[in-house]
């Protein structure tokens, strides 16, 4: 006997939990499939967010920035610390508390908000009068159905051709969050998000690291100017970057992972390391969704085709987060979530693509929001530029990290701001204002003209708006 609901959701990780709430609230009769397991078995909700990406990864970097800052920045305030050492199985074991508390946290949310939740695979079976069954696989088969369905099924990391992840010593995020003891040479192929953070976890616990990036570019998705002083800061740090590279043969021994590959002037090179991790992107995870029984048009990438509000090219069935078109972030995903459920229920969600933040969690973070400043240009638009360096903050001298600036990008012509660029302290924090005031079409003048908390660092933000009109106060 078949279960119905009005919403069935595939997928617990952010996207999905966030909408089979939302629809809760809306008075539909909600489930929720997932399949992430913990150690012991049972429900791990959260998706690779929760699991094996932000939660993880955050706590690591929070042990490692300590331990940093006990080992090379405590005695510049005084405090004598002697012979400090790291107990990496404890850190992991935080790390996974960590995780199992925010797991906890959305099975009890999904309780409180009656969703029902099945653990397991979902996949579609078939199209039923209006409606759709779907299976669950787990350790109990269950078949359900649903006049509406949500997929929010998520990504899987990328790997590198002829090297597949053991996970052993060719890894991905999921590996890379599981290391049982400091590497003596670690290797990253990529540098974006995941590569910069592991690489930055495991460098400053001891590890030598290098980056091999393919692109000419370091951070070509960042404002230039921010990413030639994120890279600046990382090379003082220790981090090794290698750019414009072309990697060849990986192989793997007992001692470890041999890279060959060749530098951007045409030179062969042998990378050897103890570990390898690989950070090339992620691929839509649409397999074992049995899109086909159904006739779920999914494009050359596997991805799900929506249109603008997540429709796909079935009645009633939609797909958000990193499964569909537009940037792999958790925040993208919930944002979705919500606005599908609402227009399930006949309200209008709102998702403003153009005001999606990114935060990369190193140290310095690095952050922004709209355009940048080489997108202006090959678009032609006119745009002033304002931007104000930590380094004249008062606060950031008092915290002793004053790397990195502000930057804002604002309309020539109607000062409306077109994009700001973070890299400094508590930039993932200092981002939030600007998406603010980009959603109400702000103008840099809007923020010159507030009253910032003095000292905070969020008057730098005040300063860069200053320096769009060129009278910035404290530079």
């Known amino acids: ?242 750019l414009g590279v072309k990697v060849g043969e990986v192989k793997k021994s007992k001692k470890g992972v041999s890279v060959a590959w060749t530098n951007a002037k045409g030179e062969a090179q042998t990378l050897d390391v103890d570990k390898l991790i690989v950070s090339i992107g992620r691929v839509p995870n649409t397999i074992g969704l049995n899109a086909e029984a159904v006739g779920l048009k999914l494009d050359e990438r596997g991805a799900i085709v929506v249109d603008e509000l997540c429709k796909t090219n079935l009645p009633g069935v939609w797909a958000v987060g990193d499964v569909v078109r537009g940037p792999m972030l958790a925040h993208k995903a919930e944002e979705e979530g919500v606005a599908v459920a609402e227009r399930i229920a006949g309200q209008h969600g709102h998702v403003n693509f153009n005001t999606i933040p990114w935060v990369i969690y190193t140290s310095p973070e690095i952050a922004w929001v709209g355009q940048t400043e080489q997108q202006l240009k090959a678009a032609g638009r006119a745009y002033r530029s304002g931007s104000f360096p930590f380094l004249a903050n008062g606060r950031a001298r008092a915290l002793g990290d004053t790397t990195g600036m502000v930057k804002m990008l604002a309309d020539a012509t109607t000062d409306e701001i077109l994009g700001v660029h973070i890299v400094g302290p508590m930039a993932s924090e200092l981002i939030a204002e600007c998406v603010v005031a980009m959603e109400f079409r702000a103008s840099s003048e809007d923020i010159a003209r507030i009253c910032h908390a003095h000292p905070s660092l969020s008057e730098a933000t005040k300063e860069a708006a200053l320096a769009v009109d060129k009278r910035a106060l404290n530079f």
């Open 1 to 242: 006997m078949s279960k119905q609901f009005d919403v069935i959701v595939i997928g617990g990780g952010p996207g999905g939990y966030i909408a089979a709430i939302r629809a809760a609230q809306l008075g539909k009769s909600v489930a929720c499939i997932d399949e992430w397991k913990n150690s012991k078995g049972g429900p791990a909700l959260g998706g690779t967010c929760t699991n094996v990406g932000c939660i993880p990864s955050k706590a690591l970097l929070q042990s490692s920035e300590h331990f940093d800052h006990a080992n090379h920045h405590f005695a510049e305030h005084g405090i004598s610390a002697s012979n400090v050492s790291i107990d990496v199985a404890k850190m992991v074991a935080r790390k996974d508390t960590v995780v199992k508390q925010n797991n906890d946290g959305i099975q009890y949310l999904l309780k409180k908000n009656k969703v029902s939740f099945f653990h397991g695979r979902g996949a579609f079976v078939k199209a039923a009068d209006g409606a759709y069954e779907i299976m669950v696989s787990g350790a109990a088969e269950e078949t359900l159905v649903g006049n509406q369905i949500i997929v929010a099924t998520g990504s899987n990391a990328r790997a590198l051709p002829g090297a597949p992840f053991d996970e052993e010593m060719i890894l991905s995020n999921d590996g890379a969050l599981r290391i049982g003891a400091v590497p003596k040479k670690l290797g990253l192929i990529g540098s974006g998000v995941i590569g910069l953070e592991m690489g930055s976890v495991w460098r400053r616990l001891g590890a030598e690291v290098t980056i091999l990036e393919g692109l000419p570019t370091f951070l070509g998705a960042v404002d230039e100017q921010i990413a030639k002083e994120a890279h600046k800061a990382f090379t003082k740090q220790g981090l090794k970057v290698e």
